[in-house]
């Protein structure tokens, strides 16, 4: 089945540690985008890239990392010096940049120790 | 200020009631996306309007935008429990850096 998986579903972080959340999609799509999600909340970007090798802050990357070294794969690193990391991290693609429908996986529970 | 909004925050209906939710924007747009939540999942996609398009359908789901009023409504007719979740509206903006600006969400409840 074609999709986006993300992984770990729940983790937690200690102070001073940095995690890294997996998206994985094999939907073939160029772009990827990293998004926040706090409750009761809209969803805020954090970083998105259209093309391997090449991505994007967006509007809240501070503390935040990213790599794009293949198509499939878009890690997402929170760092220690994101000071308020408790939150619901989507992970999403889409065939090009926002023309069509964003393909949504089904989120980390990122929690601090 | 928020790009998009959507009104209102919270609607609970009985089963079999339509359900409208509504959306406003500031700025000038491509398109206009709705999309739904389960509690704890990710988004699915429901629906594409574009900025040049007033109205479509998708199954039991009615979109409308209007653009001189920088708004859109999401109908969905004969409610069903399943129906249950958070929408959020999420423009495409024309200017400044391309993409896609999501609204705090409008939770529905579906009672039985």
């Known amino acids: 089945d074609g999709g986006i998986t993300q992984s770990p579903k729940y983790l937690f972080r200690k102070e001073g540690q940095n995690v890294t959340l997996s998206c994985e999609q094999n939907?073939?799509?160029?772009?990827m985008y990293w998004y926040r999600q706090d409750p009761g909340q809209g969803l805020r970007l954090i970083y998105y890239s259209q093309i391997v090798n090449d991505f994007q802050k967006g509007d809240i990357a501070e503390g935040y990392s990213v790599s794009r070294e293949k198509k499939e794969s878009f890690p997402l690193t929170v760092t220690s010096a994101q000071k308020n990391p408790t939150a619901f991290y989507l992970c999403?693609?889409?065939?090009?940049?926002?023309?069509?429908?964003?393909?949504f996986g089904s989120g980390t529970q990122l929690s601090v120790l | 200020s928020q790009q998009g909004e959507e009104d209102p925050q919270a609607l609970s209906i009985q089963e079999g009631e339509n359900a409208t939710m509504n959306c406003s924007y500031k700025t000038s747009i491509n398109n206009l996306q709705w999309y739904r939540q389960n509690s704890g999942r990710g988004l699915v996609h429901l629906i594409l309007i574009r900025s040049n398009e007033r109205e479509k359908h998708s199954g039991r789901l009615r979109v409308t935008l209007d653009t001189s009023k920088k708004s859109s409504s999401l109908l969905i007719t004969a409610s069903r429990a399943a129906d249950t979740a958070s929408y959020f509206c999420a423009t495409e903006l024309i200017q400044g850096a391309q993409k896609l600006v999501f609204g705090q969400g409008t939770r529905l409840t579906i009672n039985p």
């Open positions: 939907l073939n799509h160029d772009a």
């Open positions: 999403a693609s889409s065939i090009r940049q926002y023309r069509e429908k964003l393909f």
